[in-house]
């Protein structure tokens, strides 16, 4: 049920960092500043697990088994360098990619320091997870991280139409929400949080709080995004969200579980903001690549930091890489 192969744990202080870093977007043809901007991150976040929040790679540049490898050798080499356990969720640039997802989730796991691991061969997506933190001594679980693959995009669902065509369907005159064509998540999925949060919570006794890990936002971000005093968002929220072409019903399920109280999400670059809608905190973590587009000032990833005496108040913040470029340790 837990996924971990590292165990994870508070440090002795009770702290525990994550740094979520998406869209490196990234090939073997990489740009330098993308790799430093990574090894950036860690020197000076310092973080104790790293999520790879989506469209790591960029698919239209990886046709083959050895082209993802030669990828993952070069961005993978600064966790493995400095033993920073790490996961990862799919985006829909790593579904691009000339290579069964399945076969992409077992490259990505026989790499160092990875403790991704596919919880449910059964449900859609390659990257569904839960990572389980303990407390300091290793026997409590206080806090989950969970991952969800938000798969590919709208042109995967073409059979659930008459005429074969979804984009037909949904590319209507009057869009009020600005919706993606972006696949997003399936109720297998949802089923599979639901079933595992339940059991989660029957075998501690008790609802462990936690952070979702997810590329393409879900709906409601749209209602923050469009309200930003009353969400009271802070940070950049000038570019479309773009989120998944249906509400998957994800939100109401994590307010009826009661345990995710934080989501965070990639996908557009100039986005990099945090705001509260119904009690959850909805963030959004820019780019940490540089090949990519984006506003350069903004690149970089987002921190959460836990504590084992409140680890259902955790804080966060944004992390930049520009001007830690030139210092960085490769």
Same mark, same amino acid.
């Given at each position: 049920?837990?996924?971990?192969?590292?165990?994870?744990?508070?440090?002795?202080?009770? =702290?525990?960092?994550?740094?979520?870093?998406?869209?490196?977007?990234?090939?073997?043809?990489? #740009?330098?500043?993308?790799?430093?901007?990574?090894?950036?991150?860690?020197?000076?976040?310092?973080?104790?697990?790293?999520?790879?929040?989506?469209?790591?790679?960029?698919? +239209?540049?990886?046709?083959?088994? #050895?082209?993802?490898?030669?990828?993952?050798?070069?961005?993978?080499?600064?966790?493995?360098?400095?033993?920073?356990?790490?996961?990862?969720?799919?985006?829909?640039?790593?579904?691009?990619?000339? *290579?069964?997802?399945?076969?992409?989730?077992?490259?990505?796991?026989?790499? +160092?320091?990875?403790?991704?691991?596919?919880?449910?061969?059964?449900?859609?997506?390659?990257?569904?997870?839960?990572?389980?933190?303990?407390?300091?001594?290793?026997?409590?679980?206080?806090?989950?991280?969970?991952?969800?693959?938000?798969? =590919?995009?709208?042109?995967?669902?073409?059979?659930?139409?008459? /005429?074969?065509?979804?984009?037909?369907?949904? #590319?209507?005159?009057?869009? +009020?929400?600005?919706?993606?064509?972006?696949?997003?998540?399936?109720?297998?999925?949802?089923?599979?949080?639901?079933?595992?949060?339940?059991?989660?919570?029957?075998?501690?006794?008790?609802?462990?709080?936690?952070?979702?890990?997810?590329?393409?936002?879900?709906?409601?971000?749209?209602?923050?995004?469009?309200?930003?005093?009353?969400?009271?968002?802070?940070?950049?929220?000038?570019?479309?969200?773009?989120?998944?072409?249906?509400?998957?019903?994800?939100?109401?399920?994590?307010?009826?579980?009661?345990?995710?109280?934080?989501?965070?999400?990639?996908?557009?670059?100039?986005?990099?903001?945090?705001?509260?809608?119904?009690?959850?905190?909805?963030?959004?973590?820019?780019?940490?690549?540089?090949?990519?587009?984006?506003?350069? /000032?903004?690149?970089?990833?987002?921190?959460?930091?836990?504590?084992?005496? #409140?680890?259902?108040?955790?804080?966060?913040?944004?992390?930049?890489?520009?001007? *830690?470029?030139?210092?960085?340790?490769?």
């Amino acid at each position: 049920m837990n996924t971990a192969k590292i165990k994870l744990r508070f440090s002795d202080k009770g =702290n525990f960092r994550i740094l979520m870093m998406s869209d490196i977007q990234e090939s073997a043809a990489y #740009d330098e500043r993308s790799l430093r901007s990574v090894c950036a991150m860690l020197d000076e976040a310092k973080p104790d697990l790293v999520i790879w929040g989506g469209d790591n790679c960029y698919g +239209p540049e990886i046709h083959s088994y #050895d082209d993802l490898r030669a990828f993952l050798d070069v961005f993978t080499a600064p966790m493995i360098k400095r033993k920073i356990p790490w996961a990862h969720v799919f985006g829909n640039h790593d579904h691009d990619v000339e *290579l069964d997802i399945a076969v992409q989730q077992e490259l990505y796991e026989s790499y +160092p320091f990875c403790v991704s691991a596919h919880t449910d061969a059964s449900v859609h997506g390659k990257s569904n997870f839960v990572l389980p933190i303990y407390d300091q001594t290793g026997e409590e679980v206080l806090f989950h991280v969970w991952g969800m693959d938000t798969n =590919n995009n709208c042109h995967d669902l073409n059979h659930l139409v008459p /005429d074969g065509n979804l984009y037909k369907n949904i #590319d209507l005159d009057n869009n +009020p929400i600005h919706i993606g064509y972006w696949e997003g998540l399936y109720f297998d999925q949802l089923m599979w949080y639901w079933n595992t949060s339940c059991a989660l919570e029957n075998l501690y006794g008790r609802k462990v709080p936690g952070l979702l890990c997810m590329h393409i936002a879900p709906l409601e971000y749209e209602m923050a995004y469009a309200n930003p005093e009353q969400c009271v968002l802070n940070g950049h929220y000038d570019e479309n969200l773009s989120p998944s072409v249906f509400n998957s019903g994800l939100f109401s399920e994590l307010l009826q579980r009661g345990d995710i109280q934080t989501i965070c999400c990639g996908h557009t670059h100039y986005n990099d903001f945090e705001g509260m809608f119904c009690g959850i905190r909805l963030c959004w973590d820019a780019c940490a690549g540089y090949r990519c587009y984006g506003a350069d /000032d903004r690149r970089g990833g987002r921190i959460f930091d836990i504590s084992a005496d #409140d680890p259902w108040n955790l804080h966060t913040a944004m992390i930049r890489t520009l001007p *830690l470029l030139d210092k960085a340790e490769i």
